[in-house]
């Protein structure tokens, strides 16, 4: 069994930052791509940030102004610096990783439960 669970989020104010962490753990042989991805209520789900194993990153259009993402790969930890917040970015941050697992042999994506941001004026 594989488990993301992600951590950081909160209430900040207009202006105001954020770090998101999200960590991957379990039956792990080998962790891919992770990735950063938000909903708006009400709306589908939206890229923030992706990494690779080699640090590559790319962005969802207009996230790369304010939000960084960086990653720890012996310790299968993504992180999420979320600057200069406005209420447009409340959303719920979800983490997902591209895994492939030990027994069974076998690759697929992950989800974590997501984290709530909340940004007030």
């Known amino acids: 069994q594989v488990q993301l669970v992600e951590s950081g989020g909160g209430l900040v104010m207009t202006g105001g930052s954020l770090r998101l962490s999200c960590t991957a753990s379990g039956n792990i042989a080998m962790v891919y791509d992770m990735a950063w991805y938000r909903q708006l209520a009400g709306k589908q789900r939206d890229l923030v940030a992706t990494?690779?194993?080699?640090?590559?990153?790319t962005y969802g259009d207009g996230m790369k102004d304010r939000f960084t993402i960086d990653r720890h790969n012996g310790e299968n930890t993504i992180n999420l610096f979320c600057n200069h917040l406005e209420p447009e970015d409340t959303a719920i941050y979800f983490c997902h990783g591209r895994i492939t697992t030990l027994t069974p042999v076998n690759t697929t994506d992950y989800w974590g439960q997501g984290t709530q941001v909340t940004v007030v004026s």
């Open positions: 990494i690779t194993r080699d640090h590559v990153t």
